[in-house]
C-alpha cells in the first residue's frame, strides 16, 4: 500500500494517507449523520447531523491510527523495523520490514492493537459517563466513538488471517507446534475460508436489500481471501505487512 500523500510522523513513525481512504471517511460520515445520529437524536437541524458525523468520522481516523501505532510501537521495540503506517478504505495497514520472527513477538505484536482500541473504548465510555449521558452533540459523538472503537477491537480479534486475531491465532499454533510453516497454513486456510464465507454473505445480504453493507462485506471477504492466499506464498520471503 503505497501512500498517495504524507500526513506527517509520530513517535518517529510515518504516517500516510491514500486517496482510497476518503471513501471511507465518506461512508462513515453518511452513515454515522444519517444512521446512528438521526435514529438516536431526532431533534438536531440537518447541519449538526452532518457537522457531528463528520467530525466523528476525522476522530475515527485518529483512533485507528492509534490502533496501528499500537502495531508499529510494538514491532518495533521488539526489533522489526518500521517503515510506516498507512490509511487505506478498509482502516489502517502497519507496514513491517518482516514478520516475527519468534511466535511471542507476533503474539504482542498482534494482540496490542485490538488491546488499545478496547483501552481506548473504555476511556471514552468513562467520559461519556462524566458528560452525562446527554443528548449534545459531543455526548453523542463521545459515545459513538466508544462504541466504534469496541467493534473495532471486536472484529480485528476474528480468528481470521491477515485480521490480528488470525495472527494471534498463527502464533499460538506456531508456539505449540514449533512451526511456523504449518501455522501458517492453517491459519491461511481458516482465513481463505472465513473470505470466502464472507462474500457469500455479502451477495446474501446485496440480494436481500441490504446493498452498501452486501457490498461492502464482499469487499472485505474479497481482501481477507487474497491477503490469506499471499501470506502462502510469501511464507519464505521476508515481506510482511500487518493489515487492521
Ligand atoms: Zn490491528
Do not use: C
Amino acid at each position: 500500500m503505497t501512500s498517495t500523500f504524507r500526513l506527517g510522523s509520530v513517535a518517529g513513525i510515518p504516517v500516510g494517507f491514500h486517496y482510497s481512504h476518503f471513501v471511507l471517511l465518506a461512508l462513515v460520515t453518511w452513515r454515522i449523520s444519517s444512521g446512528f445520529l438521526a435514529d438516536g437524536y431526532p431533534d438536531w437541524s440537518p447541519w449538526v447531523y452532518w457537522a457531528t458525523g463528520a467530525l466523528a468520522g476525522g476522530l475515527l481516523s485518529v483512533s485507528i491510527l492509534v490502533h496501528e501505532l499500537a502495531h508499529s510501537l510494538v514491532a518495533r521495540k521488539r526489533g522489526i523495523v518500521v517503515y510506516g503506517i498507512v490509511l487505506f478504505i478498509l482502516g489502517g495497514v502497519s507496514e513491517l520490514q518482516a514478520d516475527s520472527k519468534r511466535a511471542r513477538d507476533e503474539f504482542l505484536i498482534a494482540v496490542v492493537g485490538p488491546v488499545s482500541s478496547f483501552l481506548l473504548s473504555a476511556i471514552l465510555f468513562v467520559i461519556s459517563l462524566a458528560l452525562g449521558g446527554g443528548d449534545s452533540p459531543l455526548e453523542a459523538m463521545v459515545l459513538y466513538l466508544a462504541i466504534i472503537n469496541l467493534l473495532l477491537g471486536g472484529f480485528n480479534l476474528l480468528p481470521v488471517f491477515p485480521l490480528d486475531g488470525g495472527r494471534v491465532l498463527r502464533s499460538v499454533i506456531w508456539a505449540v507446534t514449533g512451526s511456523y510453516l504449518w501455522a501458517t497454513r492453517v491459519a491461511a486456510i481458516l482465513g481463505r475460508t472465513a473470505g470466502i464465507g464472507l462474500i457469500g454473505l455479502g451477495i446474501y445480504q446485496f440480494v436481500s436489500g441490504n446493498r452498501l453493507g452486501g457490498v461492502w462485506l464482499v469487499f472485505i471477504g474479497w481482501f481477507v481471501q487474497v491477503a490469506a492466499r499471499r501470506s502462502m506464498s510469501e511464507e519464505t520471503s521476508h515481506e510482511g505487512s500487518r493489515e487492521g
